[in-house]
């Protein structure tokens, strides 16, 4: 309890919480934040004034310096398209025994690409994987021929995101041990992706806040203005 009070006091004194920094100076206050055991994930929310149920906010990004973390890819697909996906560096690849290992309430994994010729018999699952976040998406590049491609974009750092019923964005868009120009980079292309995803968001009222945090860390709102010209 004591560490956790020293923990508090110090993001107190680098934090104004009234206050909207420019990105680099969030930055700097974050890696100026006690240390931990861990290296901590750095993570961004916007919040966006739109509706879930008739606004689509959703799609892929590249992160130019990656998450940091090992993300395990599973490919559903056949014949040819397995010793592709293994040779791009596939996790798991398969197709009739993922399906099963799932079915059985196996979720080993953090994405998951199929061919579209594997949709029908993955279908059955959406109710599994849905909830979770797991079901792979034309939308999103995960349902496609090109596996060596989104397998090889996945590893290097492309992610996904998706308005929630909150109408908030979330994500994880490095670690605390990232230069932070790597960090400032990161972010920005996140931004910049879910900016472009809707036209509703090309109006400022429609960009309602912005933040970021590492795992342990506070939230530190964001001047929106810094991110109008992207």
């Known amino acids: 309890m004591i560490n956790k009070t020293k923990r508090q006091k110090k993001l107190k004194e680098l934090v104004d919480k009234k206050q909207e ?55 559903f697909c056949k014949g040819e398209k397995e010793k592709e996906a293994k040779e791009s560096g596939a996790d798991y690849v398969g197709s009739d025994d993922l399906v099963k290992k799932i079915e059985q309430g196996w979720f080993d994994f953090d994405v998951a690409v199929t061919t579209p010729d594997m949709m029908k018999e993955i279908a059955k699952l959406g109710k599994m994987l849905g909830p979770k976040g797991l079901m792979p998406n034309p939308k999103t590049g995960t349902v496609t021929n090109e596996i060596e491609k989104i397998v090889k974009e996945l ?9 929630d019923k909150q109408s908030e ?11 932070e120009n790597m960090i400032e980079e990161n972010i920005f292309s996140f931004v910049n992706a879910v900016l472009k995803s809707n036209t509703k968001l090309q109006k400022v009222q429609n960009f309602k806040a912005i933040s970021i945090s590492s795992t342990m860390g506070v939230g530190i709102k964001l001047d929106r203005s810094q991110f109008k010209q992207i």
């Open 155 to 163: 590893k290097a750092g492309k992610i996904e995101y998706k308005m």
């Open 169 to 179: 964005v979330k994500a994880a868009v490095g670690k605390v041990s990232f230069q």
């Open 21 to 75: 920094y420019l990105l680099k100076d969030a930055i700097a206050i974050i890696k100026k934040s006690p240390k931990t055991k861990f290296d901590q994930t750095v993570e961004i929310s916007m919040k966006l004034g739109l509706e879930q149920s008739s606004d689509q906010v959703r799609g892929m990004v590249n992160l130019p310096h990656g998450t940091g973390k090992s993300v395990k890819v599973l490919v």
